[in-house]
């Protein structure tokens, strides 16, 4: 039984080799912070909690601590917490247009309600998840996902719905309000601006949505800080018009990733999604392709939506495949459980 499995082992790992040197490997496929992108198909590792809009005579923000993930009497509170699994369907309040899940995910998370009803000062308006990360070299990167709905209700801009994104420390004080830092509310009325869209239509209000985007945040100066990535939402003060965002995120490390092979004659590096750049070769592209030339340096400047800046360099080395298992007691006529321990150096370079 044991050299079943390791002739089973060893032919993946020769697929492996393969792929690496036939393909390009992109940047950052999985996260370095445990069920960030909700893989698990729940709320594992993240917070929740939910309230009002904080306005007098309104309750106060995240008053309830968890998720509301179905309606909860007597007051009626409607959900303001949901997973969402692939495929997924388009978001009637965008005209169909938008669809749920970004593409490649298996979960996404919705926070907020998608519609308000009676009684309207018991409706949970206001929804909050944060994720904390202890940040090391390898989560030095925090990308995360989000597709926004807001509908106008021709308000004020306090008492419009809105989204947040912040950085904070434990007692939810923002810790950059420059680079970490986020906040939209909804337009209130005219063409959508630039990255939105309009849908119009809807009962009680046009809809300002924005597509999938995604940001990439530096977390270098945290380096040895715990942290929390906190997504917030809320519908109009005055409980008649809606606000909910699509999330997902990951970790990562703040590295370029090369795909170089031996005998091949060009590179491929690939920097962290989340950014707009700009590489030593002027190009602009997430991705260059490059001369095969040992030992080249290159250097990629990320601009977060933010405007803040970090570089990153490295330099060119082959591409390396790391074979490995470990195996448990092998008893006569007992199956064995092999573990894969292979890994591929892309051999990433920290800044």
Known sequence: MKKIYAGIFYFLAFSLILIASSSTVLAQPFTTCENSNFNLG????????????????????CSDSGFLLKPKPPDYLKPLHRLIEAPGWSDANTCDSLVMIFPGEDFVARLGDTSYSSPSWATGKEAEMKYEVTVTNSTYLFIYRYAVVLQTGGHSPNMQPDFQV??????????????????ITAQT?????NGWHLCTGIANGDVYWKDWTTVGMDLTSYFGQTIFITFKVRGCYYDTHFGYAYISAYCGYLMLQIALCEGQDSAVLTAPPGFT???????????????????????????????????????????????????????????VQFTDTTWVSQNWVED
């Open 277 to 335: 750049y700009l590489w030593s070769t002027g190009d602009t592209t997430q991705s260059i392709t490059v001369p095969s030339q040992q030992g080249a340096n290159y250097s990629c400047q990320l601009t977060a939506i933010n405007g803040c800046q970090v570089t990153i360099s490295v330099t060119l080395s082959y591409t390396e495949v790391h074979a490995g298992f470990t195996y448990g007691s092998a008893c006569a006529g007992q199956p």
């Open 166 to 183: 912040m950085i904070t420390d434990a007692d939810g004080i923002v810790l950059d309000s420059t680079c970490g830092y986020y906040y």
């Open 189 to 193: 009325s005219g063409p959508p601006i």
């Open 42 to 61: 729940d709320f594992t590792k993240w917070q929740g909690c939910y309230g009002h809009f904080g306005a007098p005579n309104h309750g106060f923000p």
